[in-house]
């Protein structure tokens, strides 16, 4: 027999969006983490009360519509070059709070260049890097961020990536905390509530490493892509867990705070 079931009062869901995130309708597939990672960002944006000074450098990919998504000015970059077009933003417009949206496609591929050579430099500005381990807007091929053994449309069944085919995945923020001029670097999962409520934290630190003029501040977020994996919502969340966390080990890098100089120059233990 079924029963009626009514919502407790006072557990009413309330949903306010923030101001800096737009009323649009998303493009993204169902079950795709990008719109939270855009709320998180849009949160933060507020919290810092920078959101009219905000400049959003979009990037070439799933996320290429982020534009869309966010109540701030916004620049269209080429495939990969987000950080040279937000250098000469910044550059030209200090005042402004500068921030590129970038997935591993993008980033960590034909983009290697720019995102290191802007840490190198030690630009003040702010990297989301969306690490869902695939090209995603393209149909699946294989990333720089697939696993050993993961199954793309370009590493196929039976064996998927075979490192002596393709090399292992690389590691963005191992290899940007050893930068100087990265004055803020950290990995986070959006996979349940406790890890997204620390990928707020490490977003809302790179955008102050920015606005206190430390140097370049970059948060890569684990992130689903069920639709390519071709598992359900679910069962990709889990499968981030399983199998992208132990290859990509969550924490802060380095913290230009934690590390006593106020330059960013010293590099935190991930943990």
């Not at 027999?1 to 800096?20: D, F, H, S, T």
């Not at 292992?168 to 100087?180: A, K, N």
């Amino acid at each position: 027999m079924a029963r009626n079931w009514e919502r407790p009062k006072g557990a009413e869901i309330v949903y306010e969006r923030p101001e800096a995130l737009s009323d649009t309708v998303t493009h993204y597939c169902p079950g795709c983490t990008h719109g939270i990672a855009h709320r998180l960002v849009a949160e933060v944006l507020d919290e810092l009360d920078v959101r009219d000074r905000t400049i959003l450098i979009a990037s070439v990919g799933c996320s290429v519509l982020a534009y869309n998504y966010f109540n701030v000015d916004a620049q269209q970059a080429a495939h990969g070059r987000a950080p040279a077009v937000a250098t000469g933003v910044k550059r030209t417009s200090p005042g402004s709070v500068v921030f590129t949206y970038q997935g591993d496609g993008d980033l960590a591929a034909i983009g290697t260049a720019e995102i290191i050579h802007a840490a190198m430099r030690g630009e003040k500005i702010t990297t989301i890097f969306i690490n869902n381990a695939i090209f995603g807007m393209t149909g699946g091929q294989m990333a720089p961020t697939t696993l050993v053994g993961q199954e793309t449309t370009t590493t196929p069944a039976p064996t998927g990536r075979l490192p002596e085919r393709a090399g292992m995945p690389i590691r963005v923020c191992e290899i940007l905390s050893q930068i100087d001029g990265a004055a803020y670097v950290a990995r986070q999962a959006l996979n349940n509530p406790a890890n997204i409520a620390k990928a707020k934290r490490s977003i809302k630190k790179a955008f102050e490493a920015q606005i206190n003029g430390h140097g370049l501040g970059l948060v890569e977020l684990l992130s689903t892509c069920n639709v390519n994996w071709k598992m359900s919502p679910g069962d990709a969340l889990k499968w981030l867990e399983s199998n992208m966390i132990p290859v990509f080990p969550l924490g802060v890098f380095k913290d230009w705070a934690e590390a006593g100089s106020g330059s960013g120059r010293s590099e935190v233990a991930a943990g």
